[in-house]
């Protein structure tokens, strides 16, 4: 090899490893976001609580705020808009789900915490944000949310708000006809 | 102990008139009339085109500008509708970033880097054909999109998801395409001078001997094939979402947005940096030449430049102050930003020095690179003021932007490739360029685009946003007086095309040393230069002592 | 001489500096809030610090061009480095960059501490326009630009408030913390009030957050910072500030006005009451895409003048306004608007421009499918 292919040879390396780099950021964010809560995006993951005493001294707001995309008929209400919770105590909070149009859809609410780092003490084990949900026409479903925020919650967070969003799975033709899954999220 | 400067090459050793006669020999079997420039494999001529079409590129760049400056010479719409002022902004970012900046660096690096490590050509000529013809396919595409139903970009050159993917015009994927095109161009060109410059420097020539054109070449390179995968990987996310049903920058299917920006601004922040560390070199090479001084502190400067580069890769969500970062990391990109000044500074410190005691001369290319280290000085000023994150919160986005990256890039880069083309005119065409042009060109652009850019900041500061199409009346002023400037600005480059027409043509005959206080490698080549110049390489090693 | 005369046009010119850097408008406001007067401190001292840095660089560097031109016969030395005056200019800049680290530290850690806030307001970024809602009260609404179009387009003088003016603005006590959540419902928006110092994106999918607390009554004007399409411009953010007294007034107002609107619901509206009230519905909402005579801009937003599509099948019709389209930047106004206005602005567009359907949509039509 001469000199000039040995250079060109490292730097087609190095391009490679770029591009596999840049692929790889992908999951790397994802991970990155669950270990610092950035964006809150650590909602949406079951976790196991952690087990100890109940720090009563102390309460914590938490907000339920719900909101919808574009395209889905629902309406996703919470029973609870507002609880005052102590930092280790399990709660569990109800939804229900309604589907007003006139066939089957599938959506998924999807979760965001503000502030972002109360993410990383909120654990929730059952929640209808870790799936998709497919609701007949008129049907409506009340579905609980299990939770526990982290007794290690730093003193300074005193509300914590949690916000839902419902979006369709699909495009455009959410209607499912047979079953079928459509597109669904890759990131 | 070796000396810390390039040493001074023989100007008059004897390979010069050897390299002048071999051309005659080459140009025998070179195809002629259009064929030749399509299928030339020459640095100069490679270099050439590249120039030009940079230049065009500016030109259309700059039309849309003013289109916009237009639009903005009064509040209220009277000339264009808003969806085609976006777009008018967008291509202007495009084309000025992609099309004008970038490529004039490449064709000044195709043209100068051989001739001052002493090499025969690029090391990979047929390659570096094809990185050229890329350009005009992909800005011949970009431009198309215009014409397209729903129109071309009109998200803004950051293109941010997901205005640039859910809710972007129809003709975004051929936008996606041309970048593609334009991205594979620079990194075949930045594997090129990599390969040249590690490779076919002239016997005895160590990488500290280089010019600092050269080396800062050398480190735009490496920074070009570092990040410009990850463009390639963003835009192709975007295809994938638009095209294909993923989601990566979709809430709605489990995407982030905010992941669109991180990754644009990995890419973009070092980007930013391609298209300022050549210019770097460019003013480090012509100071020197006109104060007829050695360049201040030379490895001071290659290691400065070589920790703005990796700098660059740790500031990235500078950009992103206000998108809601955990205060942890606003706090470390804030500290690791405001460092940048000090690498930064001391450039800036080593230019000055090399003028003092100098014996300094101002002919048109010092001008500009005098002109560079003020005006580049206050777009760094005002950087370091966008750099205190609290702050930002109150400049992020509005026209205070907008003349603090305008300042280091029109006054920054631009005039650095313009101090550049004045300075190696001479050598390309054999002609001095006409000193009585280029001075009104200098006199007429410094005042035009001070005029054009510093009111933008009282507008940014008053509270003006950017990338509007109309605005409040207590911005009115500032805004008719950027206009004016604009106008001024625009204008006086026709007389910059007239100058670089009137040096090929012909005019005061140049010899191989134009500049008196020149120093470096290209100066001892005749002007102009031979087709084929260091055919045998320039014998540098030193007599042992 | 001519130093005399270099020196007398630097002070002038810093003075005239001084003058109107300091002076409203030209400047970065100083705000009514406690952040907002430590922002725009920073802004000054480092502002200063580059004023002074600057004048030393080029104090040096014009000496230099002026003392050593070759034009009065310089010879040039053949020095090219210095180590110590290196380290010098690496440190001295290093030292005045940690001392201006430590302020700006202090308070953005100040500005990102949203906890324990007396009201929190939901703010959503839509393209074109800001809603807000009082989260736990019931009261939510649009917020539109206000200026008429005549103003814009030049045919009507401009009022002093040019495309800073909105229908409503947010409503806030003064003297209280309000913890501001933002969204967005499609694209990337960013809220911002000068006066405030807050600037914060709204981002679909994801809830940020900011506060206030403002200290003098007033009415304070802003715009939306992020580029978010064709009416990015024409987006502007107002916030009224009140005594908490009067705040809690017009809130009681606000409820009833919302309980009385929906009231209209259950009774049988005429087609001349639901063109009336659809076309004004209509020329705030959906007019800025779907344009004033429904013509659209397709292909991004679709014609509404005969849209065969829409116009055979009211279903369809109904279906786009209330639940918006999925992958298009067709809102759902479900949640925003209620049954009065959606049924009123489906009547309009279907019997409007030409549309000659003569279908009349009741309220209580869309009430029951909103809950059936």
Request: hydrophobic share 50%.
């Amino acid at each position: 090899m001469t000199p000039v292919q040995r250079t060109v040879t490292k730097t087609l390396v190095a391009l490679v490893a770029m591009v596999m780099f840049t692929i790889a950021l992908v999951p790397l964010y994802d991970v990155f976001c669950q270990l610092t809560g950035l964006n809150g995006r650590a909602a949406s993951e079951p976790r196991v609580f952690t087990r100890g005493e109940v720090d009563e001294s102390r309460y914590v707001t938490v907000q339920f705020i719900t909101r919808k995309g574009n395209g889905l008929p629902w309406r996703l209400e919470a029973l609870d808009r507002q609880v005052r919770v102590h930092p280790g105590q399990a709660y569990e909070v109800n939804f229900v789900f309604t589907n007003y149009g006139k066939s089957a859809y599938r959506g998924r609410a999807v979760p965001s915490v503000s502030p972002g780092e109360a993410s990383l003490y909120l654990r929730k084990v059952t929640c209808f944000c870790f799936q998709e949900q497919r609701l007949e026409a008129g049907e409506r479903l009340q579905l609980p949310m299990v939770f526990q925020l982290a007794r290690d919650i730093p003193e300074s967070v005193h509300t914590v708000t949690l916000a839902y969003t419902l979006y369709p799975m699909t495009g455009p033709l959410a209607v499912i006809e047979d079953g079928t899954t459509g597109q669904g999220g890759d990131a | 102990m070796a000396p810390k400067h390039p040493p001074k090459a023989r100007l008059e050793h004897s390979e010069n008139v050897a390299g002048g006669a071999a051309a005659d020999v080459h140009e025998a079997h070179h195809p002629s009339g259009p064929l030749r420039w399509l299928l030339t494999t020459n640095h100069k001529e490679i270099g050439t085109l590249y120039l030009v079409f940079s230049l065009t590129m500016f030109l259309i760049g700059g039309v849309m500008a003013l289109v916009v400056r237009l639009e903005l010479f009064q509040p209220g719409l009277q000339l264009v509708r808003p969806e085609f002022f976006n777009q008018m902004t967008t291509m202007h970012g495009l084309i000025m970033v992609f099309g004008a900046v970038m490529p004039g660096f490449v064709g000044l690096a195709n043209w100068m880097v051989p001739l001052q490590i002493g090499a025969p050509d690029m090391a990979l000529p047929r390659l570096n054909n094809f990185s050229f013809w890329l350009l005009p396919v992909a800005f011949l595409l970009l431009l198309s999109t215009l014409l397209m139903p729903g129109g071309g970009p009109n998200f803004g050159w950051t293109f941010y998801a997901p205005l640039s993917t859910t809710y972007s015009p129809p003709s975004t994927t051929f936008f996606i395409l041309s970048l593609h095109m334009a991205g594979i161009s620079s990194i075949l060109g930045a594997i090129n001078i990599i390969a040249t410059i590690l490779n076919l420097r002239a016997p005895g020539m160590r990488l500290m001997d280089m010019t600092l054109f050269v080396w800062t070449w050398l480190i735009t390179a490496f920074l070009l094939i570092a990040v410009m995968p990850v463009l390639a990987g963003v835009i192709t996310m975007m295809l994938l979402d638009i095209n294909f049903g993923t989601s990566f920058f979709n809430a709605a299917g489990g995407g982030d947005p905010v992941l669109f920006q991180h990754l644009f601004w990995f890419f973009g922040h070092p980007e930013v940096y391609i298209m300022i560390l050549p210019a770097f070199g460019i003013i480090s090479v012509i100071v020197p030449t006109f104060a007829r001084k050695p360049l201040f502190g030379y490895a001071s400067m290659v290691y400065a430049t070589a920790s703005i580069a990796i700098l660059s890769f740790l500031v990235w969500a500078h950009h992103m102050f206000s998108v809601g970062l955990p205060l942890i990391a606003e706090l470390f990109f804030m500290y690791t930003t405001m460092l940048i000044a000090v690498p930064t500074g001391v450039k800036v410190f080593n230019w000055i020095t090399t003028l003092f005691r100098g014996s300094i001369t101002f002919e048109t290319p010092m001008l500009f690179a005098l002109a560079f280290i003020v005006l580049f000085t206050i777009g760094g000023f005002s950087g370091l003021m966008l750099a205190i994150a609290p702050a930002d919160f109150q400049y992020h986005d509005t026209y205070f932007v907008v003349a603090h990256f305008h300042y280091v890039l029109v006054p920054g880069a631009v005039f650095s490739i313009m101090a550049a083309v004045y300075y190696w005119l001479p050598k390309w065409t054999g002609h001095y360029p006409d000193e009585r042009i280029g001075r009104w060109h200098f006199w007429l652009s410094v005042i035009g685009v001070n005029l054009l850019f510093f009111p933008m900041h009282f507008a940014g500061l008053a509270g003006m946003p950017r990338r509007i199409p109309d605005y409040a009346l207590q911005f009115a002023d500032f805004n008719m007086a950027s206009s004016i400037g604009g106008f001024l600005f625009g204008l006086s480059q026709l007389l910059f095309v007239w100058v670089v027409i009137k040096c090929i043509r012909g005019g005061v005959p140049a010899p191989a040393k134009a500049w008196d206080g020149a120093t470096d490698l290209e100066w001892s080549v005749p002007s102009p230069a031979p087709l084929h110049t260091f055919e045998t390489p320039p014998d540098l090693r030193r007599v042992a002592s | 001489m001519r130093k005399t005369y270099v020196l007398a046009a630097l002070i002038a010119g810093v003075a005239w500096l001084e003058r109107n850097a300091l002076a409203d408008g030209w400047n970065m406001p100083v705000g009514v809030t406690e952040v907002s007067r430590h922002v725009h401190g920073l802004h000054m001292t480092i502002f200063w610090i580059c004023v002074v840095i600057g004048a030393v660089v080029f104090g040096v560097m014009f000496y230099s061009l002026f003392r050593y031109r070759r034009s009065k016969g310089a010879q040039a030395a053949n020095f090219h480095e210095h180590t110590t005056v290196e380290i010098f200019w690496t440190a001295v800049p290093l030292l005045i960059l940690v001392a201006m680290a430590i302020p700006a530290t202090a308070t953005l850690r100040d500005m990102y501490d949203a906890s324990e806030a007396d009201l929190d307001v939901m703010v959503t970024g839509h393209q074109w326009r800001w809603h807000y809602d009082y989260v736990g009260e019931d009261v939510n609404y649009f917020s539109n630009l206000a200026t008429p179009r005549e103003q814009i387009d030049g045919t009507q003088a401009k009022d002093a408030n040019y495309l800073l003016e909105v229908d409503q603005p947010l409503v806030l006590p003064v003297d209280r913390k309000v913890r501001l959540l933002m969204t967005s419902s499609d694209v990337i928006h960013s809220w911002w009030v000068p006066d405030l110092a807050v600037k914060k994106d709204a981002i679909p999918g994801f809830v940020n957050e900011a506060w206030t607390r403002i200290d003098e009554p007033g009415i304070y004007r802003g715009q939306c910072a992020e580029l978010c399409g064709k009416d990015h411009g024409f987006m502007p953010v107002v916030v009224h500030a009140m005594p908490q007294e009067e705040f809690d007034a017009w809130l009681a107002e606000r409820k009833e006005e919302a309980a009385a609107a929906a009231s209209g619901v259950d009774r049988n509206w005429t087609l001349p009451e639901l063109m009336e009230r659809g076309e004004q519905v209509y020329g705030t909402i959906c007019a800025s895409c779907h344009q004033a005579e429904g013509q659209g801009l397709p292909p991004t937003f679709p014609a509404l003048v005969g849209n065969q599509a829409l116009l055979d099948d009211l279903e369809r019709h109904i279906d786009t306004v209330v639940n918006g389209v999925a992958g298009t930047p067709m809102p759902a106004f479900s949640g925003t608007l209620n049954a009065v206005d959606i049924a009123a602005v489906i009547t309009y567009e279907r019997n409007a421009w030409g549309n000659e359907t003569g279908d009349i949509i009741q309220p209580s039509t869309i009430q029951a499918q909103l809950s059936p």
